[in-house]
């Protein structure tokens, strides 16, 4: 079944939409459940194909699962782990899985898990993983594609990362967690991400301090001590991103709730810059509107706090149509201009060169049929199409399914004319008729 999205372009987007449970926050508490011989329950839990792949990583790994979809939780029974292998089958389909690395570490004192590989956005190598998880003492070997990691005891240490790796710290936190003695990580990942992640094995019994700045210190605990808990993750701050992007793509007006706009400060200055109105009306909701045409920015992505990676595509289209010209410097990834071909498709004015892209703004975007190269590349199409004249196709969808929780759903619900189909499904009823439509095709 090859599913699309078929979206009539040229509606202003207006409403409320609650943002989901933040996906790469979620990702990583689930890897820490493991620490805990007995259960955690996590809140919060957006429904999304990547939350699947990792619950099946752990349930391969024995834990037991309890998957509540309308209270959107999941509780995890970690008191039996029978298997110290993450497969290459679920690693490879979702490198966040990669993070267990150091949870089985701590937990059994032996790992084996798969190598992630390339991907398509850059080479995203592992090397700062390996190389902390060394200097807390591990012998690690690569062999036939998995990393098979060993540690009698994991003893606390200085460990300086080249670059602050969100998964990197996460790894090293994790493993470090039980660590003899204290580890400090310098030059950390600041994201709120790895804030949350210190949070719950706070809640658990470890010791950690500093998350959220640039040195953070884990003072290890005895492994007995660490005990069930329930945590809520925070909300997902580039799903926020992307429908405040939506609304002023669009020069609609919205109110963002279940959003903590601490998360998104030099994003959404960025969009002040731009022209849109932004409101923090309470401490978990922005209003967001936009009246006139946009300016064009300059920005460069850069580890948190600054600009986002993951909203550079759905920033670049806003840039599309903007007045005059926008510079974006990519520095995060290689290849994190999978959308440009496809905006230039629907009439974008862009030239790529190396991670510099130079956008033209153009007085108004077509729709044409486009694909979803990755996940924010996907949601990037999806705005270009809500902003374009006429109809836009959006194909591979799987990509979208991976991080928006009911995308279609809540976009149709501010209005937005968008609907998910396959190869069977007519969608000749397209408009008026567009929420019966979802009902029966988004389920
Ligand atoms: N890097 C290395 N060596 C390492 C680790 C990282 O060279 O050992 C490089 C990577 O190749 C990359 C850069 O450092 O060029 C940053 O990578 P980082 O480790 O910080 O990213 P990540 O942990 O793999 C997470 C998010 C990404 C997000 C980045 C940056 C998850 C599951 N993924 O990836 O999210 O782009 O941080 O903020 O948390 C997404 O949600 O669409 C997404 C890709």
New binding site residues.
């Given amino acids: 079944m090859v599913e699309k999205f078929k979206i009539q372009g040229g509606e202003a987007l207006k409403g409320e939409v609650s943002v989901s449970g933040a996906?790469?926050s979620v990702?990583?508490l689930f890897a820490a459940s493991i620490l805990v011989k007995g259960s955690t329950k996590i809140y919060n839990v957006p429904q999304l194909t990547d939350v699947n792949i990792m619950l099946n990583v752990l349930s391969d790994l024995g834990a037991k699962l309890d998957y509540n979809l309308e209270e959107k939780s999941v509780s995890i029974d970690a008191t039996d782990i029978t298997s110290i292998t993450a497969k290459y089958e679920l690693v490879s389909k979702m490198?966040?899985s990669f993070t267990i690395l150091g949870a089985l570490l701590a937990r059994c004192k032996e790992a084996i898990v798969a190598l992630p590989g390339g991907c398509a956005?850059?080479?995203?190598?592992?090397?700062?993983?390996i190389k902390g998880l060394e200097a807390l003492g591990a012998k690690i070997k690569i062999e036939n594609g998995y990393v098979h990691a060993k540690a009698s005891k994991l003893v606390g240490t200085d460990i300086y990362l080249d670059?602050?790796?969100?998964?990197?710290t996460?790894n090293l936190m994790l493993a470090a967690v039980t660590a003899q003695g204290a580890t400090r990580i310098q030059n950390a990942?600041q994201?709120p991400?790895i804030l949350d992640l210190a949070n719950f094995l706070n809640t658990i019994g470890a010791d950690i301090t500093g998350a959220g700045t640039s040195e953070i210190v884990i003072n290890g605990v005895p492994r007995e001590s660490l005990h069930s808990a329930e945590y809520t993750t925070i909300p997902d701050r580039?799903e926020a991103g992307t429908f405040m992007a939506a609304v002023v793509g669009t020069k609609g007006k919205a109110v963002i709730r279940n959003v903590y706009p601490a998360h998104l400060t030099f994003f959404n200055d960025k969009l002040i810059k731009m022209g849109a109105n932004i409101k923090l009306a309470d401490p978990t909701t922005i209003e967001v509107s936009c009246k006139s045409k946009l300016n064009s920015i300059n920005f460069v992505t850069q580890?948190?706090p600054g600009f986002?990676?993951?909203l550079q595509a759905i920033a670049m289209t806003l840039l599309t149509t903007s007045n005059g010209v926008g510079i974006i410097t990519e520095s995060?990834?290689?290849n994190r201009f999978m959308q440009v071909p496809d905006l230039r498709r629907m009439g974008a004015d862009i030239h790529q060169d190396r991670n510099h892209a130079i956008i033209k703004g153009v007085k108004y975007l077509t729709g044409a049929t486009v694909v979803a190269s990755?996940?924010?590349a996907g949601a990037a199409l999806v705005i270009a199409g809500l902003m374009a004249n006429g109809e836009t196709y959006v194909e591979k969808l799987h990509h979208i399914d991976r991080?928006y929780e009911s995308f279609e759903q809540k976009l149709s619900n501010l209005g937005a004319k968008i609907i998910r189909f396959d190869d069977e499904t007519t969608v000749n009823n397209i408009g008026t008729n567009i929420k019966g439509v979802l009902n029966e095709s988004c389920l």
């Avoid at 956005?121 to 592992?126: F, M, P, T, Y």
């Avoid at 670059?163 to 990197?168: D, Q, R």
């Fill in positions: 996906k790469n990702l990583k490198r966040a956005i850059g080479e995203r190598r592992v090397d700062f993983h670059i602050p790796s969100v998964g990197a996460e990942a994201e991400e580039i580890p948190y986002p990676t993951d995060l990834y290689e990755d996940l924010r991080g």
